[in-house]
């Protein structure tokens, strides 16, 4: 599968964004999609994914709360929305399709595909 992602800007801190992810083919329910971000200086990070069907979703500790992710399978394609955004979400966001257990979701090593990223920056 490959991906697509947008959506990434700058905003003030307490703002939001949304980020979107197009994948192709025609297999999409099957993959765990997550996103995953990294900072300057630092590495690359799981922030949440979510399952095929019926959709269950995970997030990292400093995100919940505040960012939900989504998919809509009709168009192959998973979302971010990213609420109350803070100085230290700065980062290029990177969506990712894997296949198998949604159980290795934050293993980066275990996505088969990547998007190309998009540079979130929330100022103070």
């Known amino acids: 599968v490959q991906l697509q992602a947008s959506g990434g800007g700058l905003v003030q801190a307490g703002g939001s964004l949304r980020l979107s992810c197009a994948a192709s083919?025609?297999?999409?329910?099957?993959?765990?999609m997550a996103w995953f971000r990294q900072a300057p200086g630092k590495e690359r990070e799981f922030v949440a994914a979510i399952s095929g069907s019926p959709g269950r979703t995970y997030y990292e500790d400093s995100v919940k709360g505040r960012f939900t992710i989504s998919r809509d399978n009709a168009k192959n394609t998973v979302y971010l929305q990213m609420n109350s955004l803070k100085p230290e979400d700065t980062a290029v966001y990177y969506c990712?399709?894997?296949?198998?257990?949604?159980?290795?979701?934050?293993?980066?090593?275990?996505?088969?595909?990547w998007g190309q990223g998009t540079q979130v920056t929330v100022s103070s």
């Open positions: 990712a399709a894997k296949l198998g257990s949604i159980a290795t979701m934050k293993v980066s090593r275990e996505y088969r595909s």
């Open positions: 083919g025609r297999t999409f329910v099957s993959y765990v």
